[in-house]
């Protein structure tokens, strides 16, 4: 009789982006961390283009239809993915969108469960995912053909700009997840030969480390906020700041 999962709970927190603020603009990263049900712990993170009201709403409605339309792909889903519960995906989340416009924004949504872990992405949010002790991103940041340029969630985005990753739920110790406004305190430039961007695992470990020591103590929730204005990362990008967390 194999060991029973258990399925942890996912943790974030959000810092708008100094040059939002200098703006009075609102942070346009919207973050969905549903209540955790008995076997089933996830989040959805979508990161709107640009400072206005309307993006962080459009970013929010999205937010929220992606966790329903995720969760039906949960029901779905067979370890070769077809491409047309993919295209269901994209159908359902418009559908449940309601009447918000849908303006540029990227698309991060994971679930966790007893026995895997489904992650699906569009544009430059993205993941680490610690395995075996070491540290990956299976998914890579989305680019266009500019620095500041990604795909973005679109009526009539081709499917192909769907990525789905999925691991066995047993083989996964630790989630990191996070906008693009930390991308370059988690990810380094790939090595010579190599095409993957590099985990910078002496970071992740340190703040699983602290999640680990901190989490479920009144002050977690402020800690992890205060952690996302720290001045280095504010010279790393003045862009908005989420960051996702989970721990077995």
């Known amino acids: 009789m194999g060991a029973v999962i258990s ?33 089933l712990s996830g989040f959805v993170l979508c990161d709107g283009a640009g400072g206005s009201t309307a993006v962080a709403r459009s970013a929010l409605a999205s937010a929220r239809a992606g966790w329903l339309a995720l969760v039906r792909l949960r029901r779905k889903l067979r370890f070769c ?58 998914l890579p940041p989305a680019k266009g053909d500019y620095a500041n340029q990604t795909t973005f969630l679109r009526r009539h985005i081709p499917i192909e700009s769907f990525q789905l990753w999925q691991a066995p739920a047993a ?4 989630v990191l997840a996070f906008s693009d406004g930390l991308e370059s305190a988690f990810l380094g430039p790939a090595r010579p030969g190599c095409d993957q961007l590099q985990a910078n695992a002496a970071l992740a470990d340190l703040v699983i480390n602290e999640h680990r020591r ?35």
Do not use: K, M
């Open 7 to 39: 399925v942890p709970r996912f943790s974030g927190a959000q810092h708008r982006g100094e040059r939002h603020a200098a703006l009075d603009q609102p942070c346009c990263d919207a973050l969905l961390l549903p209540r955790q049900t008995y076997g």
């Open 81 to 138: 993915p077809d491409p047309h519960l993919l295209q269901q995906f994209h159908n359902r989340l418009l559908q449940r969108r309601g009447p918000v416009p849908l303006l540029d924004h990227t698309l991060l949504a994971c679930c966790w469960d007893r026995r895997r872990l489904i992650v699906l992405q569009v544009g430059d949010s993205t993941l680490l995912v610690r395995q075996g002790g070491q540290w990956r991103c299976p």
């Open 171 to 174: 083989e996964v110790e630790a």
């Open 214 to 248: 901190r989490h479920g103590a009144r002050s977690y929730s402020a800690w992890l906020a205060r952690s996302l204005a720290d001045p280095g990362l504010a010279q790393l990008s003045d862009d908005d700041r989420t960051l996702v967390i989970a721990s077995r």
